[in-house]
């Protein structure tokens, strides 16, 4: 019989979207690197400083827009109880971070875990239930109908150069009102809150990948300003991008 809990740890190469799906409650963590997530028309970036539990039987997409390396932990479902949504991702608090890795020593086997390693796990699984109350709002919708899905992926694909709302909706064949339709009714949100949500997404991913300058990155997601920048990604992530640099280095 496997263990009532177990971590693993592995190393990717950049790899393109691919379904899990397991039979375990799911604490999915890159330790280096980032991962992209899609399930239920959303989108996110476990970038170090955030972690997704994942409710046994749910199946999302992920891949790896870079190499990295996971740290994960697979709990049994009669070990831990059923996490307050399928799929949810929070930044990591540093006690959750510190039993993450206390934890990584033991892996997958038959030989139940000895009375500390327990312990740890036990504390681990609570901790990451009780994060999961409170989600991180960095997300992204990925709409329903073709023309809503194209313009999120027209938009992606231009957030460090010029963009116009007007040039979206004539490339996916919409009026301009048509397609503000569209993202409210499907997403929710303005197409500038997406946009918005979109550059500061793609900035994690930045920040998560090496040491360009925060400045360097601004510019890349699509901000001319500075200031501008960092008060987004502030009102998103509560912390500037520098301080959630800093919040996922050793």
Known sequence: ??????????????????????????????????????????????????????????????????????????????????????????????????????????????????????????????????????PSPVVVPMGRSPELRRALRLTEERLGGELRFEDVAEQVGLAPRSLARRFEDETGMTWRAVLRRMRVLRAIEELAAGDTPVTTIAFRVGYTSLSAFNAAFRQLTDRTPTEYRASFRP
């Open 1 to 134: 019989m496997s263990r009532k809990a177990y971590s693993f740890v592995r190393t990717f190469r950049r790899e393109p979207a691919r379904t899990l799906q397991v039979d375990r409650h799911y604490l999915l963590y890159a330790s280096a690197g980032a991962l992209r997530l899609e399930a239920r028309g959303q989108a996110w970036l476990l970038p170090p400083a955030r972690a997704a539990l994942i409710e046994a039987g749910e199946a999302i997409e992920v891949s790896l827009p870079q190499p990295g390396t996971t740290a994960s932990v697979l709990f049994d479902t009669c070990f831990l109880a059923a996490p307050p949504a399928p799929l949810t991702v929070f930044d990591l608090s540093p006690l959750a971070r510190a039993l993450l890795t206390e934890c990584s020593a033991w892996g997958e086997s038959d030989e139940p875990l000895p009375a500390y390693a327990e312990t740890l796990f036990t504390a681990l699984g609570a901790v990451c239930l009780r994060l999961a109350e409170r």
